[in-house]
């Protein structure tokens, strides 16, 4: 029997032409067969800007490759592989199946329905596993296997079974109406000295697929945005093989999964009323719904929600996903999240409510966030599980509704993340929340921009403040910007008018230690924010009097989790109960932390992350409240920051020197500051530019520079295990790290001797006096 699955998982092997039959009932339960798309089909084509009037060629081609994508499979090499010898395959079995298909009789057999274009065929099955590049490296072939025996039999491959084989093709005959198939090509050479010469073959299916490259470029070059099959057909057999590779390994049955995962009824607008929004109401003490809340849900498709912190955007936003589902019926809501803190926030405040079976926290580290996330004995959430099914990995999040999530885990498909793609059946069917844009990096914007751009589906972009260019380029987009006119809504209004900061500058950071001192020992609340991990640990010691607490990105994920609850549980508290305290933090604090400061002291960093900073002091309004304190200094170094992150600030700064300003005043100076500035570079997004190839992992989500690595502390790898997130910390990149066995390739062992739970990793060995405040 040729072999599509080897001994996995103590489950029996599983043949070709079993497993390729799977695929194709997957995709036919996901989207649908014959002339009948199921409802997530008919999303699927909306989702791709495809009419109806598309989807018998959708249909037709998706079932052809479904199929046939896995036919390079029955080579002697992968066969062997299959049956444990190692080294045993000469190319990518998803290329040589575009090269078989690409073949002429075979191109020619395919041409016999006229729904069927073969360049997409062979495209969709070659990219299938997202590797897939035009050139070098060559799209086809191991070249340190093909090298290693240049002119011995290893350099020849054979279609093994070929009466199975052509059984497959029969099968794909009868369901494609086509006639009977003809014979592949049974030996291939990379030297062309036996059978087909791997490489011109190669070539030919270069050339074939040139006129979807042409198309492609034409896009990068800001041309037309391409025609969406070709990316819909990769998409849909990338999550079909997934979950027909999956379900089956669970001893699922393929239909009647997916039928219940994605089922004909819609997410209807009273369940987030009944799930969401009624025991958020219950939850917060003295909760008066506001104008401007109550009107989200006038707002159309796409709109692009401004309003100052603490005014309850969060919950517009909730109604506005009500609306919508009224308006637009979805099978999902999706909240998205810049960062791990605020969506594990979003999902604790609001979809936790939900049922268990329907909500879901979405993050890189989400099973860790869970634990004890409840814990709380008068909580009934506590007695929930929000988890899925490991086994099937990102397929057994399909059968949750209603998302926190951060934006990576569903925009990552846009720069060929598998995870993301395997994740587009969702995402496709949703009404779509993205909270915080203005922090998205211009990477990640304009990877925003860009799947606004080509993708139909409601989104609702929020913020509390946003340059003038990324408001007109949401614009653009097809976006109305709510409220429009503050005056409509006189409470809003009054709240972004009113005072709330006194701001002066101080020459350095010295000049602000005795007003820190001073204003704990008047028992205010004090947020302290520098730009630099190494500096909030340096700031933490200096003023160790103070019992400082030190939060900031460098520390085990337990102990952030800690860190962090103990940061807003003692601002948290009253005088009564803990006097005045100090929070010494990095940018972290602009968004994961939600507390209310009486003074803030910053360094100075960009308009918009000084903007969120002063979001974190005097939050709350109230009558007979002192205004927030804001002092603001310059930094010894610019660094994380470039000279073009910190345009305007200076000027930011002078323009509310020794003044008392509201929210409205920092919004008019981020429009003046940002109406002429230079327009943000535009990134390539590999999922459309593509074209024709894929090529996962070639390009990020996000502008970074990758100034840490993954590691486990030296006392901790007996506690160390697959799945403990919690020991895991980023180190500085250039900090020598050692390689353990014992770890996985993308962790490395950190010598404990430079960590402290209370002040995280640092670059030096802990001191006499750290250990003790460890």
């Known amino acids: 029997m040729l072999l599509a699955k080897g001994h996995k998982e103590g489950l029996p092997p599983k043949g070709l032409r079993a497993h390729s039959e799977d695929v194709l009932a997957a995709a036919e339960a996901l989207f649908g067969s014959g002339e009948a798309p199921t409802a997530l089909g008919i999303a699927w084509l909306r989702f791709f800007r495809l009419g109806r009037e598309c989807w018998s060629v959708f249909g037709a081609n998706l079932a052809a490759a479904t199929l046939l994508h896995d036919l390079g499979k029955a080579n002697d090499g992968f066969q062997a592989a299959m049956h444990g010898e190692r080294d045993a395959q000469l190319m990518r079995h998803e290329h040589l199946s575009a090269l078989l298909l690409a073949h002429q009789p075979m191109r020619d057999w395919l041409a016999h329905n006229p ?13 299938h596993h997202l590797k897939a590049h035009p050139s070098p490296p060559p799209f086809v072939g191991y070249p340190e296997f093909a090298g290693r025996y240049p002119s011995a039999e290893r350099n020849v491959l054979r279609i093994a079974e070929t009466d199975e084989v052509h059984a497959l093709l029969r099968v794909a005959a009868q369901r494609l109406g086509l006639p009977e198939p003809p014979e592949p090509p049974r030996v291939w050479s990379f030297d062309g000295e036996k059978g087909e010469s791997i490489p011109s073959a190669a070539q030919a299916v270069q050339r074939d697929l040139r006129p979807l490259e042409r198309a492609a470029r034409r896009y990068r070059a800001n041309g037309p945005a391409p025609d969406l099959m070709l990316p819909a057909l990769k998409a ?3 999550v079909a093989d997934s979950a027909g590779s999956g379900l089956p390994r669970t001893g699922e049955d393929i239909p009647s999964w997916i039928a219940q995962a994605f089922p004909a009824a819609r997410l209807q607008a009273q369940e987030i009323e009944n799930g969401i929004l009624a025991p ?83 993050s890189a580290t989400a099973a860790f966030e869970l634990e004890d996330m409840f814990s709380n004995p008068d909580d009934p959430r506590g007695d929930r599980s929000f988890e899925t099914d490991e086994r099937l990995y990102a397929v057994g999040l399909w059968r949750k509704r209603i998302f926190s999530a951060t934006v990576d885990q569903f925009l990552g498909f846009m720069q060929q993340v598998y995870k993301s793609a395997c994740l587009l059946p969702v995402l496709a069917d949703s009404v779509v929340v993205i909270d915080e844009v203005h922090s998205f990096d211009a990477g990640l914007f304009a990877v925003l921009t860009s799947f606004l751009e080509a993708f139909d589906l409601p989104v609702l972009c929020m913020t509390a403040s946003l340059p003038v260019q990324r408001r007109a380029r949401l614009e653009g987009l097809g976006f109305e910007v709510y409220p429009r006119d503050l005056a409509e809504f006189a409470e809003l209004e009054a709240q972004a008018k009113a005072p709330r900061y006194q701001v002066d500058s101080l020459a350095d950071q010295e000049a602000a230690y005795d007003i820190a001192r001073r204003a704990v020992a008047d028992g205010k609340r004090v947020l302290w924010v520098v730009n630099t991990v190494d500096r909030c640990q340096a700031l933490t010691q200096t003023l160790r009097s103070l019992s400082p607490l030190c939060y900031h990105s460098r520390f085990r994920l337990e102990d952030r989790k ?14 009564d109960e803990v006097g005045g305290c100090i929070a010494i933090t990095t940018q972290v604090c602009e968004m994961s932390l939600d507390l209310d400061a009486d003074v803030l002291i910053t360094e100075r960093a960009p308009v918009t992350s000084l903007i969120q900073r002063m979001g974190r002091c005097h939050r709350h ?154």
Not at 115 to 120: Q, V
Not at 562 to 575: G, I, N, W
Not at 645 to 652: K, P, Q, T, Y
């Open 280 to 362: 958020r109401r219950k939850q917060i003490q003295g909760f008066r719904e506001r104008d401007f809340q109550r009107r989200a849900t006038e707002l159309a498709a796409r709109a692009l929600l401004i309003a100052s912190c603490g005014t309850g955007k969060t919950y517009a936003a909730w109604r506005w996903v009500a609306s919508q589902l009224d308006a637009n019926p979805a099978g999902r809501a999706i909240f998205l999240y810049p960062t791990r803190g605020t969506a594990s926030e979003g999902f604790k405040d609001y979809v936790s409510h939900a049922p268990e079976a329907d909500a879901a926290l979405l």
């Open 115 to 127: 729904l069927l274009e073969p360049k997409f065929v062979i495209s969709v099955v070659a990219c």
């Open 236 to 238: 849909a057999l990338l």
């Open 621 to 774: 309004l109230r009558q007979g409240r002192p205004l927030g304190e804001v002092f603001i200094y310059e930094p010894d170094k610019e660094r994380p920051y470039q000279a073009e992150d910190l345009a305007g600030s200076e000027v930011f700064i002078a323009a509310l020197e020794g003044r008392q300003v509201g929210q409205a005043r920092l919004e008019q100076l981020l429009d003046d500051l940002t109406r002429d500035a230079q327009p943000e570079r535009d990134v390539l997004n590999a999922f459309l530019v593509d074209g024709p190839w894929a090529r996962g992992g070639a390009n990020r989500l996000r502008d970074t520079d990758d100034f840490t690595v993954s590691a486990v502390l030296d006392r901790d790898l007996p506690r160390w295990r697959p799945g403990a997130d919690g020991l895991v910390l980023p180190v500085p990149r250039s900090f020598p790290l050692t390689t353990n066995p014992g770890l996985p390739r993308h962790l490395r062992q950190a010598p404990a001797s430079h960590y402290s739970p209370a002040l995280g990793f640092m670059k030096e060995p802990l001191t006499t006096n750290q250990d003790a405040d460890a």
């Open 562 to 575: 800690e860190r962090h609850r103990e940061v807003v549980a003692r601002f948290a508290a009253t005088h």
